[in-house]
Every structure is written in C-alpha cells, then in structure tokens.
C-alpha cells in the first residue's frame, strides 16, 4: 500500500470540503513548526525557575502555573483546542453530506469477513465519561442498524490528525510496525489466529491481517457503527475480518484461542483500573507460545522533558485523554510478569512506514526517535 492510496469507503471530499480539511492542516502545522518549539523554551524556562534548592524535578503543577498567564501558552492551548474542534467539524460536514451512499455500499460490501454487534452492550464508564479525544459521539454513539457515521467520521480525521504521517488516507502505518517488532523479537512466529483489541476501523488490523494471509483474524471495539464500517472497509479490501462489540477486559472469546494478540494506541484511552485486567485477558486468550504485543504513544514518564509534560497535560486536561499521563507512566512489564507472561520486553521500535520487506531492519530497544518515527511497544509470550 502506498500513502496515495484510498479504500473504496473512504468518504470522498468535495472542493470546499477539501479546503476547509486543508485549513486544518495549515493550522496544525502551524502549530507544530511555530508555536510548539517556542512553548518548548518557555516551558523550560518556567522548569528551570520552579527547580528548589534540591535541584527535584519541578512538578507539572509548578510549571502549568508559571506558564498559565503567559500569552503564549494561552495561545497555544487555543491553537489546538480549535484545530482539534475544526478537525471534526472538517470530517463531518464531509461524511454527512454521503453518509446515505456510505452506509448504502457498506450494505453492498461483498461476503467478506463478518461483523458481530450486540444491542445490550454496556460501554465502560471510562469511555462513556466523555467524548475521546473530542469525537463528538465517541467510538460508541449508534444511530440505527446500519449506521457507519462513528466510522466514517474516525477514519476521515484520522489522516488530518496525522497531517497523513502515519500512512496517509490508509493510516495503517502502525499495524507495519506491529509487524516490524515481531520480525524483530520472533522471527519464525507465524500466528493462526489472531487478535486486535480496540480496533477502531481496522487500519492497523488489514495491515496486520495482510502480512499474515492464511491466518484467521479478529478485531474487537465498544462501537457499533464504528464496526460495521470497519468490515465493510475491509471486506472492500478484500481482507477477511471477523470484527465483534466487545469490551477488552473481558471478552466471549474461549481460553487459549489465539496465537497473537495486539493493541495499538488503545490503552492510553482506557484506565489505570482497566490496564491490568486487559493484559490479564491477553493471558487468557492466548495458546500456549502465544504472543502479545501492545505499541503505544513514543513517550515514557520517566524520560520526558517538561513540554512533554505540558503536551500531555494537555491532552488530559483540553482533548478527553484523562487516562494519558497514567498510561505512559503505567508498568506495562510489571503487569504482564504478574499476568503470567515470560520473555517481556518494553522499548522504542522504529516505524514502519509501508509492509515490511523481509530485507529491512526496523531496531528495537534503541533510542526514541520522535513521534511518528518511533512507537513505545511493550511484548511478551506465554510459555509453550
């Protein structure tokens, strides 16, 4: 798959509607190359004044303080609070002008894969507290029996989000690197089964599903709109997908049924409660020899830098990511050790940008190269 590439449901831009998603690129971008590098020096400016006699690490609620009245850290919050708001707006307008032809070729998807949504499905109370991220409707909001807006509405913002850096209008580049790291921590692995918890609308799952053809594969996610795109994204695809509504911490799935199970950038969006008992339900649904690997945010609490701090206040306190700085601090090998896990494994794994080659290299447990570039991925198999 190339980044120009575009599935047959990706909800098709008009002129206008094109302009008003190249504004919001305009705007993050603009956030990004000029407001976030000078926030960088004040932010460590506003460190370096908090820092007592001591020499401890200023608190983010000291630095939030010194930079609170500053105009540029005013601005800056702004900044990105509108450009997430005009980022679904953007999408919006786009899906709801087509959103009858969407969920009418999603009816005409052909007989791929299946989809398995259940109308007495309680969504966790982490996830219906608020709208993630600012979705309006979140993951879960269901419409009808044949409602794909959710869908629609996460895989067109998705790429604006990304300013396209995670595999263009596929956004599928994190499912490559799920590959890259198991190429490079179990070459010889071959699954026949398996798993992606908290899919969304399956971009990282036919990433992963491609690269292992003869193998059966299944999502899961708390939407049911959400999936009946995703298989129908799928199935256009030709890319066979069983997805279910189902919660991560505890699925209907038999003990022992697959061979890999995966995560990815999902369990930031859950809770400090609900962590353990996900990698627990990982144990669970493994064979043995199985694997589980969850790649998340490229940020560790233990190495930020105090805009790291700032960003991810940020994203807790103005973007619904109340689960975001316990998620990067969160002992992902601690509690797969205690779920029963052996050979764990925590670091950064560079990117993948399109389906690895069986030639190229992609490290593991060097150093973080920056968002998008690299992924904190966190591994481990059950014994055989």
């Known amino acids: 798959m190339t980044h120009a590439q575009v599935h047959p449901i990706m909800p098709v831009s008009s002129h206008d509607e094109l302009a ?10 603009f956030i990004t190359a000029e407001l976030d590098p000078a926030l960088r020096v004040a932010t460590a400016a506003a460190a370096a004044a908090t820092e007592d006699s001591r020499a401890r690490a200023p608190s983010l ?8 009245g500053k105009p540029l850290y005013q601005n800056w919050v702004s900044a990105m609070r509108a450009a997430q ?27 791929v894969g299946s989809v398995r949504t259940d109308p007495d499905f309680k969504v966790p109370r982490y ?33 604006l989000y990304s300013l396209g850096r995670q595999g263009g209008q596929m956004n599928d580049m ?37 690269a292992f053809p003869q193998a059966e594969v299944h999502g899961i996610d708390v939407g049911a709109g959400l999936l009946r795109y995703a298989h129908a994204r799928a199935a256009l695809l030709g890319v066979p997908v069983h997805f279910s509504q ?53 940020i560790r609490s233990d190495e930020v830098t105090s805009f790291d701090l700032v960003r991810a206040d940020f994203e807790t306190r103005y973007n619904n990511e109340p689960f975001w700085l316990g998620a990067v601090s969160a002992d992902l090998a601690g509690m797969a050790r205690e779920a029963g896990f ?31 570039r690299s992924w904190f991925v966190a591994s481990a198999r059950k014994a055989s």
Not at 130 to 142: L, R
Not at 270 to 280: L, W
Request: hydrophobic share 40%; net charge negative.
């Open 20 to 29: 008003e998603q190249q504004f919001v690129i305009a705007l993050k971008s």
């Open 61 to 68: 609620q000291q630095i939030r303080r010194k930079l609170s």
């Open 85 to 111: 708001e005009l980022m679904w707006q953007a999408a919006g307008d786009c899906v709801d002008r087509q959103l009858p032809e969407l969920e009418a070729l999603a009816r005409r998807a052909p007989p």
């Open 127 to 159: 996830l219906a507290a608020s709208d993630t991220h600012m979705m309006p409707g979140s993951y879960y909001v269901d419409r009808s029996p044949t409602d794909v807006r959710q869908g629609a509405l996460f895989d067109k913002a998705a790429s």
């Open 174 to 210: 994190r499912g490559h690197t799920v590959i890259a790291h198991l190429r490079e921590r179990f070459p010889d692995f071959r699954p026949r089964r398996i798993l992606e918890m908290g899919c969304t609308v399956g971009n990282s799952l036919c990433a992963v599903a491609q």
């Open 246 to 298: 189902q919660s991560a911490e505890e699925t209907d799935f038999d003990a022992g049924s697959f061979d890999l199970v995966f995560s990815s950038a999902m369990l930031h969006e859950t809770s400090t409660k609900a962590v353990p008992r996900i990698i627990a339900e990982c144990y669970r649904l493994l064979a043995p020899g199985g694997v589980m690997v969850h790649l998340e945010v490229p």
């Open 342 to 372: 052996e050979d764990v494994a925590m670091g950064y794994q560079d990117a993948a940008y399109s389906a690895p080659q069986p030639q190229q290299h992609f490290a593991f447990g060097g150093a973080n190269k920056g968002v998008y």
